[in-house]
């Protein structure tokens, strides 16, 4: 049952305050395609605008702890903390967060803002050498905590 609407059918924020602080964790991916060269570029560190994957990775770390700020129903929270790693394959990155929390409510939300606007600075910092970039497979990996559990993505 979707929980995000009122008897009337419009939207409402829904109301956490009788669930229980636990632990929660969650963990998502994306990629970003891009030409051989253009990889090359971040790898080298030759970029004209500095460090690619630094830069992506302070503006996933932010976009975790804004996600209420743009997602309309989405709660403020309180996060503990946020991790973003790329792995470098031939001609892409991808985009790994793990975010987590003690609190009423999941950060699934936090952890697929974190792998889209990385994946986005990454696009922003390299559009004038490449601008063919593909951002694909955002999706959530996995979480834990609250009242439905574990979740595991299935490949």
């Known amino acids: 049952m979707l929980t995000h609407f009122n008897k009337d059918g419009r939207a409402k924020m829904v109301n956490v305050s009788d669930k229980a602080n636990t632990t929660r964790n969650a963990i998502a991916s994306g990629k970003i395609y891009m030409r051989k060269e253009t990889l090359e570029l971040i790898k080298s560190g030759g970029h004209k605008k500095g460090d690619v994957l630094a830069v992506a990775q302070v503006a996933g770390v932010m976009a975790a702890k804004k996600t209420s700020d743009i997602i309309p129903m989405c709660h403020p929270i309180m996060i503990s903390g946020v991790d973003i790693s790329f792995s470098l394959g ?27 606007v990385s994946a986005l600075t990454i696009y922003d910092m390299c ?17 834990s905590g609250g009242k439905s559990g574990v979740y595991r993505r299935e490949e």
């Open 90 to 116: 031939d001609n892409f990155v991808e985009i790994i967060s793990s975010v987590s929390c003690n609190g009423q409510t999941g950060v699934e939300m936090e952890a697929l803002s974190a792998v889209s």
């Open 127 to 143: 559009k004038a050498v490449d601008k063919d970039m593909k951002i694909t497979d955002i999706c959530l990996l996995e979480k």
